[in-house]
């Protein structure tokens, strides 16, 4: 199985709900999803789940974004009581920080019995033996940063329950992209040790995000695809012809970049983009020449790398 890390900012968000219906019969893709804004924010991403029959691993103790307040976390926590109650949709997970004790963690695994939880560490002053004692068998996944040692998590948890977060998406400025790069070996491939799956942050940077600023130089577009020999995913990027920031605006220079994409997919090598939802979405973008937002584009290629993801698996 594939468990991507989402922060739930609208692009996130709604690639997430696009893609809910093309995660694999059995699901195959089981994002880790931390939230960043108010509850209503999440409605329709977990209603479109609810309605796929699909389940997500959601941070239940949120404390980035809108939610650093703690009267903004208590008030999150109890609107979203009844969806984390659900076992059906949500698998609640404890975002272990530095300032975390091991009375949270023992008080977590306690919160939900009988059901499956998980843990996810980017950093801890706690040793990872003693996060194991303290939630005992219940925590069924544990989601370890790219920092992070894994044989330590290995030894303490046990090969089947770790799951490493992995950096694979070289983040460059968008005019050094090459024309492609290699995201994963086989995604099967992770499947062997007993290891129950693998995890990264998609085509996203590892780090929170930040406020942005001003318009962007070049305008990039990142497409998945499986190599059907090496059966790699590959990330081939598009890029802008203009790349003067700000000039021109950045919707006309991600309808360049569109153009790019569409002569590789019909001409260069026909059928290489699984038709996902994704791939219409820009597609459709393309041929009506609406010059969207990026934000929307970052939908449309989040949208896309799940199902793809989802297909290979």
Partial sequence: ??????????AERDALIDSAANLGATQQVHPVVEPWSKPDDLTAMLDAYTAQSRRMHLIVNPDSGDLRDP????????????RIADPALI????????ATTIAEVTA???????????????DTALTPTSLATA???????IFVGPTL????????????RVIELARRFEVLTNKDYPAETTFSGDPKGFLVGGRQGFGDFTILKPTPPT???????AVAVHMTYQDPATKHLVIQHFLSDDMTIRTPKDGIKLLQALEKLHTQQTVTTPGRFILTPGYLMLEDYRKRKHATTLGKSKQAQLSHHLSVVAASL
């Fill in 1 to 10: 199985m594939y468990f991507p890390y989402f922060r739930a900012r609208p």
């Fill in 71 to 82: 009267i903004a976390q208590s008030a999150w926590k109890a609107a979203m009581a009844s």
């Fill in 108 to 122: 977590f695994a306690a919160t939900h019995p009988g059901r499956p939880l998980s843990l996810v560490v980017f």
């Fill in 135 to 141: 939630v005992g068998t219940g925590v069924t996944s």
């Fill in 91 to 98: 698998v609640p997970t404890w975002k272990v920080t530095r």
């Fill in 149 to 160: 040692p894994m044989t330590d998590f290995d030894a303490a948890f046990g090969i089947p």
């Fill in 211 to 217: 406020s942005g600023g001003g318009g962007a130089g």
